[in-house]
Every structure is written in structure tokens, then in C-alpha cells.
């Protein structure tokens, strides 16, 4: 169906457009750099794409076109065709509007001389008849119908590198404090042909922004945390797939749909996903567990390295984005018994906003196309279009990690220093793994810490193989190097990984001489992470004051406060109110509710010191949902507990007798950069 009238109108308006000079966004509102970064730059140089002033880049989509022109899908509706992104022998980019008038582009994909892009309620076909550079053809391939919620986000189209013009699309279900299908295929990934025939091909979905293919040709997506979803993560699909959430599946007693589980079928007792799915058929797995607020917050696009070394020593690996964290991380895949699982490894941050799509250019860099808006991100600027170039040095990091029988097999990207990587004090290992339920995310459960009894370095000293205590099936598996250097003697740029053991390989165990067990030392902490509790703190504080997270009021205030704050976490990590006034030593009831989708928290902290206390936050890793994401910190003066979305708790606190500026920050990690509001207290 082609809506002739409005493509018209549309055409007439991309006619029309008058571009100013270029302009730079506004670097100011990167994050700062911290050494993390500045490492990894010395490998991968990260460069920023101007972007001209009034132009509003939040992107949706990426594209590189058959002449090397970089396509650009905005969440505002338009499409871009900018002509020497890269600033390729000092020209500067020419941006030229293509397209404009549509409804949330969030996907683009070219494909026999048209550009397709998924718009909220349809997927869309771009074409430029006359040969002008504009598109005067806006043709609905096919439609979908909408509730009117404003999760209902749709996605694509990708098309399959096997050949063929079936183009997949997926559909996000809507948000009402949990998620749900209010209209048909919502939660879905369908196959649609150019000539508009769709079907549906798996279900089980939650926000599946970002799917592609590795170089096999098999398709993978990305989910984010949330209701039925413990952790984000990298899932293989092949159809008639469930992936977990069940909202959707009103929808599969539909004549098309290859799937018959009802919404009933799927049990809610909060065991890991791998134990109930030997219970449900088709239930889905990922093959690789991205660990929340460890390795990002709200996982995006996925980029096979297709480079064949243009980009380094990668090739064939997947480059996963993160929204939230405005970072890059790893995964190198393997099969094992016919199941795809592999290990994920960090490996660029830094990034002006949210990464949201990543293209290659033609000339084996990668074009970064991020937007925060309304979802937040640590890079504050708002939008942003980056380049980023692989120098030609590579970096010495752990390559890949293979399951063993007995272990791992780490490979490196240089020899190592033999008696360093042989020997087990170098690599510690943990496994744990997450709750399936529907409650809004899980803490890590079932933590295990694990020996590494012995490691064989190879021949070639580019690998070691470990051999570890009871490998455990099912579980995610930290891997931690830090022990391990290169011949030269230089420490690992990025020491760590997390691999899911879907299945343990058969074949020979290693006959080694295993190193003798160390007794465990008394008073181990247990490696055990409960749920978060919303018990008051026992931590106390100076002079006999209130406990830091005080849920109760305290019986010496004879039921009376001096004053009363209601605050709300909002959608766009921000709080509802920017600014509250209180009274030096004033007896203070705070009621806080998290009203977004997310999980937040509300931590008042000392003048000055927001960042440095989210910063503790974002590094307390797997101890991390156990504090409730509270860093131990005498710069902490009051919190609330950390909320799911729609729940509320109330804390009770004396304000600093001392007048000033106090911060309160969600210290959820990621959150710290932009959600913040002002306590000034005075006399």
C-alpha cells in the first residue's frame, strides 16, 4: 500500500531544507574520561562526526550506503544521508535530508536501491524515483496496530545474510509497571516480505531493540533487565523460540504462530531460566548473560566484526553496544553440543551519549550512533554520531575463553609471561546466575566461588588452559586474569570476562598434578548475594544518630516530623523534583517512589561528592545488588532502599546541621551522571 498523498507532502517538505553551517555537539556533556578509556584509546581512537547546527541527530538506524554515504534514522522521523562522515582527507561531512515525517525510525537497512526503516506501527519503504537524493515514495510494506502506550517501540528491519529479501522486525511490548501485549504480535519478532506477507517467527520478547547475525548467518538479539529478564543478555533465535517473557503469548493461538504455550504454561517460581526450561519446551536461554551494572544496564546493537582484520584481532566476534553505560563489549561465541555460549569481555567505553547502533564504514571503521534521550545514559550529551578507528597496535587482552571438560582454555592476543599465566593464583573464578520471575530484574543467586587447580600454558604461550573445581552447568562463570602479563611484562588491557556454560564439552580431562586446595581462612565472607532487603541499616553513625537507611520513625521523635518530602523517580533518569529546601537538623520524612521503569534508589550524599559516590557504585560488581548498590562510604549520609519500578518506600532522617548544597543521586550504576537533585539545607 503506498500512501500517495502524505509521500507528496513529505517530498515537498525534504525539498525544502536549508542546511546551516556545521557545528560540533556539544563535547562538553561527554563523560569524563576516566583510565579506563584513555587505555583503550591508545588501540581504538574514538573521533566525533559533526553534526550541523539545528539538526536534531537522535539515532534510530544506521546504514552505509553502496557509495560509502552513512544513512541516519532519527528517533524524530528523519533520515540523513551524510557524505563523507569520516572527514576523509580533511572535506567535512554534507548532511542531506533524505527522508522526514515519520514516527520513531528505529531501524534502517538498504536493500535493491531502497532504504526500509521500522516505524512504530509499520515497516516502511523509502524509495528516490526521480534520482534528486530525496525519497518522493514513502510505501507501507506492512502495518501494525498500536495501543497508544509509549514502550510500544518497534525495531528493523535486518535483512538475513543468507540471501533473499525477507526482512525481520521486532515489536516491544507496552509499559504499564510491568509488561504487556495490548495489541496483536506485541513481544514479538516477525518475518515480513518486500510484498507485505508477514510471519511470526518466536515470542518470549521484552524490548529487543537490537538483533543481526554472526558470521554463520545465524541470528542473534539483545534484551535489557526488567519483568522476567534477570539480566540482559545475547540469545541465539531460531523459530518457534520462546524467549521468556509471557505477555505476548495471548497472541499464539493465532493461526501463524509457531508456538502453542500459553501464558499459564510458564511457571513463576523464581528458579534460574535454564531450570524451567527443562520443564517448557521452547523456552530459550541466552547464550551469553551480559551481568547487570557489570557489564551495562541496557544492551543494543550487535555487529559482527566482518572487518577481516581491519579492525584487528577480533574478526568474527560480536560487538554489542550498551544505552546506558554509552559503551562497546565483546562476545566471542562458541558451539558446544549443537548450543551456542561463549564469553563477554568489555572493550570501549567513553562514549559522548547512549550507544545505540553501530554500522561499518566502507573503509573498515565502525560509525557509533547514539541518543539518551528519555532513556539516559553516563555519556550526557544528548545525541551523538562517532567514529571509531583501530589504530594499527593491538592490544594484549584475553581473545576468547572455550569450555573445557575440566575448565576453560583462555587464548590471548599475544604470548604471555609463562610462570605468570601458569600459575592458578593468577585467575580467580566465580559462577552464579539469576532468578526467572516476574518481578523487575534479580540479584546474582547461587554464587560459588571457585579453585582454579591447575593451568597448562600452551606452546606458543597464547593460551592457558584452567582447570576449575566444579564446573557448573547452566551458570554464568566471572573468569578474572589479573595475574596474567604478556611477555614484556604488561598487564592485561581488560582482565576479565564472564562465559555461559550451556553445555560442558566431553573429551579428555587434563592429567595434571593438581595444585594443593588452600584452606578457606576463618571468617570467609560468604559469596552467597541475597535479595535486597528493605530492612533498616545496622550501620550506625557518628554521636548515636539515625541509622543511614532508617524505614521507621524513630521513638524519640513522639510520632511527629518537622517536615515532609515527596519525591518520585520519573522516566529519563530524572527526579520529579530537581530542588527541595529543608530546615539544618529538621526531623525529615522522605517518601520516595520509583514511578519510571527502571530500578532506582535515593541516596543523599555529602556536597560535592555525587559522582565520586556513584563511580564506588558502578565498581562494587557482583557485591553490588547485595548493598543494594550503596558503596560503603562515609560520603553516604541517608538512602532509601534500591525500588523496582511503581514501588515506594519511606525513610525518616535530621538533616545536616551544617547549611549547604547536598546532592541525593540514584546510585543505581549508569544512573549517577544524570539523576540528580539538590537538598539545600539552611538555617
Excluded at 552505509?64 to 554515504?69: I, L
Excluded at 510491568?178 to 519478532?189: A, I, N, P, Q, T
Excluded at 510520632?559 to 530524572?574: H, K, N, S, W, Y
Aim: with cysteine; net charge positive; proline share 7%.
Amino acid at each position: 500500500m503506498t500512501h500517495s498523498r502524505l509521500s507528496s507532502l513529505r517530498a515537498a517538505a525534504c525539498g525544502a531544507v536549508l542546511l546551516p553551517a556545521l557545528a560540533s555537539i556539544a563535547l562538553a556533556q561527554r563523560p569524563p574520561q576516566n583510565q579506563t578509556a584513555i587505555n583503550e584509546a591508545e588501540y581504538y581512537r574514538m573521533s566525533t562526526v559533526p553534526i550541523p547546527e539545528g539538526v536534531v541527530l537522535e539515532v534510530g538506524g544506521l546504514e552505509t550506503m553502496p557509495d560509502g554515504r552513512l544513512a541516519v534514522a532519527t528517533r524524530r522521523g528523519d533520515v540523513w544521508l551524510i557524505e563523507n562522515p569520516g572527514s576523509i582527507n580533511g572535506g567535512q561531512p554534507h548532511y542531506t535530508r533524505f527522508a522526514q515525517g515519520m514516527h520513531e525510525a528505529l531501524g534502517l537497512s538498504y536493500r535493491d536501491g531502497a532504504l526500509y526503516t521500522a516505524q512504530r506501527s509499520e515497516l516502511t519503504r523509502l524509495r528516490d524515483l526521480d534520482g534528486d537524493g530525496k525519497a518522493d515514495r514513502y510505501e507501507t510494506v506492512y502495518s501494525w496496530p498500536l495501543s497508544g502506550n509509549y514502550h510500544e517501540y518497534s525495531f528493523g528491519p535486518v535483512f538475513s545474510p543468507k540471501g533473499g529479501n525477507d526482512m525481520i522486525v521486532t515489536l516491544n511490548l507496552a509499559w504499564v509497571g510491568y509488561g504487556d501485549s495490548f495489541v496483536k504480535w506485541r513481544g514479538w519478532m516477525l518475518s515480513i516480505t518486500p510484498d507485505g506477507k508477514m510471519s511470526p517467527i518466536a515470542a518470549g520478547f521484552r524490548s529487543p531493540s537490537s538483533f543481526g547475525y554472526n558470521m554463520e548467518g545465524d541470528l542473534f538479539y539483545t534484551e535489557n533487565q526488567g519483568d522476567w529478564v534477570g539480566s540482559g543478555g545475547l540469545s541465539h533465535v531460531e523459530k518457534g523460540d520462546f524467549m521468556g517473557n509471557p505477555m505476548g503469548l495471548k497472541w499464539s493461538s493465532e493461526p501463524e504462530s509457531p508456538i502453542k504455550l500459553t501464558k499459564n504454561d510458564i511457571p513463576d517460581t523464581g528458579e534460574p531460566k535454564f531450570e524451567v526450561a527443562k520443564r517448557v519446551p521452547h523456552l530459550k536461554t541466552p547464550a551469553v548473560w551480559f551481568p547487570h551494572t557489570i557489564m551495562g544496564i541496557s544492551t543494543s546493537a550487535i555487529l559482527v566484526d566482518s572487518t577481516r582484520g581491519a579492525f584487528g584481532p577480533f574478526a568474527g566476534q560480536l560487538f554489542v553496544g550498551d544505552q546506558g553505560h554509552s559503551k562497546i563489549m565483546r562476545v566471542s561465541l562458541e558451539k558446544v553440543n549443537g548450543v551456542y555460549q561463549g564469553a563477554v569481555f568489555p572493550f570501549r567505553e567513553g562514549f559522548a551519549s547512549g550507544v545505540f547502533r553501530q554500522v561499518w564504514g566502507k573503509d573498515g571503521s565502525m560509525y557509533v550512533g547514539q541518543t539518551s534521550r528519555g532513556w539516559g545514559a553516563t555519556g550526557r550529551a544528548p545525541y551523538a554520531l562517532q567514529r571509531l578507528v583501530w589504530t594499527g597496535k593491538t592490544p594484549f587482552e584475553p581473545l576468547k575463553i572455550e569450555a573445557r571438560p575440566d575448565g576453560f582454555e583462555i587464548f590471548f592476543t599475544a604470548p604471555v609471561d609463562r610462570a605468570a599465566a601458569g600459575d592458578p593464583a593468577s585467575y580467580k573464578v566465580n559462577s552464579f546466575i539469576y532468578k526467572y520471575h516476574h518481578i523487575y530484574g534479580s540479584p546474582p543467586i547461587n554464587t560459588s566461588a571457585h579453585d582454579v587447580r591447575a593451568v597448562v600454558v600452551s606452546r606458543d604461550g597464547k593460551s592457558a588452559r584452567i582447570v576449575v573445581d566444579s564446573l557448573r552447568q547452566g551458570y554464568i562463570h566471572e573468569i578474572r586474569m589479573a595475574g596474567v602479563k604478556s611477555e614484556g611484562g604488561a598487564a592485561l588491557l581488560h582482565d576479565f570476562g564472564y562465559y555461559t556454560v550451556n553445555r560442558i564439552p566431553g573429551g579428555a580431562k587434563l592429567a595434571v598434578k593438581l595444585a594443593v586446595k588452600p584452606a578457606p581462612s576463618a571468617g570467609a565472607p560468604s559469596m552467597s548475594a541475597p535479595a535486597p532487603s528493605t530492612a533498616p541499616s545496622s550501620e550506625a553513625r557518628p554521636g548515636g544518630a539515625l541509622a543511614k537507611h532508617q524505614t521507621t520513625m524513630p521513638a524519640a521523635w513522639n510520632g511527629t516530623v518537622d517536615q515532609t518530602i515527596a519525591v518520585q523517580g520519573d522516566e529519563g533518569l530524572t527526579f520529579s523534583l530537581p530542588t527541595v529546601n529543608v530546615k539544618a537538623g529538621a526531623r525529615v520524612r522522605l517518601d520516595f517512589k520509583n514511578a519510571s521503569d527502571m530500578l532506582h534508589n535515593l541516596v543523599v550524599v555529602r556536597p560535592g561528592t555525587a559522582v565520586k559516590v556513584g563511580e564506588a557504585a558502578l565498581k562494587l560488581g557482583l557485591e553490588g545488588a547485595k548493598l543494594q548498590y550503596v558503596p560503603r562510604s562515609d560520603d553516604v549520609l541517608y538512602h532509601t532502599a534500591l525500588l523496582e519500578p511503581q514501588k515506594s518506600q519511606t525513610i525518616y532522617f535530621t538533616a545536616p546541621s551544617t547549611p549547604g548544597e547536598y546532592t541525593y543521586v540514584c546510585t543505581f550504576p549508569g544512573h549517577y551522571t544524570t539523576m540528580q537533585g539538590t537538598m539545600r539545607v539552611g538555617r
